[in-house]
């Protein structure tokens, strides 16, 4: 197998998603958050929004350098490998939601079994699958019938509002084949911003990434391909914008012009950093991020348990029981910097924290993969 060539500015793109993910899910209190870190209520796209596409996206870009390695060839060993990555980082989401593993009663019947990092699994192993077998014009007409016919399906699925919270297909199919206590109640109702029918249009994100990828992998000329990305980027903006008008760009239901609007957004954003890390070789100012992004989806699960924990953990404030988590912000972050700014401390603090334990596996030489 051929070792893959690595481009840098992905790497830092991965890192600097993985710190703004980390800000955005560790607020001191979801009552005090500066708006740009809340995701849209439901129609829209707010910074926080733009978070879970990025990283798909790249998972896409990297995607095309990894199958170096097997030389673009459907082998037997791709397809081990496809699948027990697929299948690590899809059991990863699970222990994450049967964390702490206490259950009365051993009573699985509200266990969520979709999530982020089961649609991260879902999304890459189908792209991978896609990816391996066909070219990009191929993957090209693949992704927009995928984007036009999930438009057609929630748009006659839904019934008089095709896009309501509670009226879309997207839920009524999960409601139908996974049961509405396993689906994510965060937002009142039984409903899974990572549901089944969803994660279809989220595999075009990763095959959007993957064509992204081939630009930067094939180029022997950056500038001339970052004019090329930038071109291709602004036409996804505004084929999404325009799109949103009749189908509302949002990320909970992860909406064909949802998809285009922050694929566009990813593809500049990734040719600004090779025009700064390629041309302009200003790489040093930002080896801080590269370190977020050697052990992604190991920071991700660690995260997630670390905040499951301190929950669990139960301190007295003022005569009253509090999670670890409310202490640590009530008691230190609000007095040194008051709510919303002590908030926002709070959710600072763990990226440094973070970056702390990732630098010394980074020293190390240490990456743990999914």
Request: proline share 3%; glycine share 8%.
């Amino acid at each position: 197998m051929t070792g893959p060539r690595r481009i840098y500015a992905i790497d830092i793109f991965r890192g600097m998603t993985i710190a703004l993910m980390i800000i955005v899910n560790n607020p001191g209190s979801w009552a005090h958050v500066y708006s740009p870190l809340l995701h849209a209520k439901w129609h829209g796209c707010t910074l926080t929004d733009l978070v879970f596409p990025f990283f798909l996206f790249i998972v896409g870009a990297a995607m095309r350098f990894a199958f170096v390695r097997w030389h673009y060839y459907p082998s037997k060993k791709f397809f081990i490998h496809i699948f027990w990555r697929t299948f690590s980082i899809f059991m990863a989401g699970w222990f994450i939601h049967a964390y702490p593993f206490i259950r009365q009663d051993w009573d699985w019947s509200t266990f969520r079994i979709m999530g982020v990092l089961q649609r991260i699994a879902l999304a890459y192993g189908i792209t991978s699958i896609l990816a391996i077998y066909l070219d990009f014009r191929k993957l090209l007409i693949v992704g927009t019938g995928i984007l036009v016919s999930y438009w057609i399906l929630l748009w006659t699925g839904g019934g008089s509002e095709p896009y309501g919270l509670e009226t879309n297909l997207v839920r009524k199919v999960d409601l139908f084949i996974l049961g509405e206590t396993h689906l994510y109640m965060g937002t009142g109702i039984p409903f899974d911003p990572e549901g089944l029918l969803s994660t279809l249009p989220a595999v075009v994100t990763v095959i959007l990434g993957y064509i992204v990828g081939g630009m930067l992998h094939t180029t022997k000329d950056f500038l001339d391909n970052i004019k090329r990305m930038v071109i291709w980027g602004t036409g996804l903006i505004l084929s999404g914008w325009v799109w949103g008008f009749v189908f509302p760009i949002n990320k909970q239901l992860w909406t064909s012009s949802y998809v285009l609007f922050t694929s566009g957004i990813a593809t500049l954003v990734l040719a600004i950093l090779v025009w700064m890390i390629d041309i302009q070789k200003w790489k040093d100012p930002l080896w801080v991020f590269e370190v977020f992004g050697t052990n992604s989806i190991f920071l991700f699960v660690m995260s997630g348990l670390w905040t499951k924990t301190i929950l669990k953990i139960k301190f007295d404030l003022e005569g009253q029981l509090t999670s670890g988590y409310n202490y640590l912000y009530e008691t230190f972050f609000v007095q040194v910097a008051g709510n919303l700014n002590g908030s926002l401390l709070f959710a600072l603090t763990h990226v440094v924290g973070w970056w702390l334990v990732l630098y010394w596996l980074y020293r190390k030489n240490i990456q743990i993969k999914l």
